[in-house]
């Protein structure tokens, strides 16, 4: 049972458009909130993370939206760019559990010129 | 600095074969994790260790072995493949449980 829930599976949005990738838990005991990117053939890298006393934060056209009563966050991409095109991972880090980290499924973006 | 290292990058098994992914990282980090990356599930944790001589199950440990060589080190072992373990396995560090995983460039695995 996948402990982080990410949708969608996969999307496509036209250059400059507004990317929205959805994530959603149920392990109240997640502490730290990471997005990471991976492009074919290389591994995931950190892209931007969020604690859960924050609701929002942004880093240039990348922005996570945290809903903490509903469990859920998210990830906007501004101004998308044919250069995103990629799979996004939501992730969930756990400190009390050694440093637990567990990924959403994956979504895998195309950004169309 | 080469950051996370993993060996081998490609591998072909039979069915029954044993065999150990090496995994070694130079930013003297004490988080180490092993994933598996397949279709549609995304990368799923299969054993991780907060610090050198420890160890824990991830998600999907069955049919799986680790150990933490020392710090530097951790590899995982399949001791009888299966068809079921062809996946692309990650191996990734951390500096101190902080969400921030470097990853290696992964092992793609076939098992016929």
């Known amino acids: 049972q996948q402990q982080v829930k990410q949708s969608p599976q996969s999307l496509i949005v036209q250059k400059g458009g507004i990317s929205i990738i959805n994530c959603a838990y149920e392990?109240?005991?997640?502490?730290?909130f990471p997005w990471y990117q991976q492009f074919p053939g290389k591994g995931p890298a950190l892209l931007i993370a969020?604690?859960?006393?924050?609701s929002e934060k942004k880093e240039g056209r990348f922005t996570i939206s945290f809903n903490k009563s509903a469990k859920q966050f998210s990830l906007h991409i501004m101004d998308s760019q044919p250069g995103d095109s990629a799979t996004y991972f939501c992730a969930a880090l756990t400190y009390n559990q050694g440093g637990k980290l567990i990924f959403g499924q994956g979504t895998e973006l195309s950004v169309k010129p | 600095n080469a950051g996370v290292t993993q060996t081998p990058k490609f591998q072909v098994l039979k069915t029954g074969q044993s065999m150990t992914l090496q995994c070694a990282q130079d930013?003297?980090?004490?988080?180490m994790y092993w994933y598996r990356q397949d279709p549609g599930m995304g990368l799923r944790l299969i054993y991780y260790?907060?610090?050198?001589?420890?160890?824990d199950k991830g998600e999907v440990p069955n049919g799986y072995n680790v150990s933490r060589l020392n710090k530097r080190e951790f590899s995982l072992r399949l001791e009888s493949a299966a068809p079921s373990q062809t996946s692309v396995y990650f191996c990734a560090s951390s500096r101190d449980r902080d969400g921030t995983a470097f990853f290696g460039q992964g092992t793609r695995l076939t098992v016929v």
């Open positions: 260790s907060a610090s050198e001589g420890t160890t």
């Open positions: 392990n109240t005991a997640f502490d730290y």
């Open positions: 969020i604690r859960p006393d924050v």
């Open positions: 930013m003297n980090h004490n988080s």
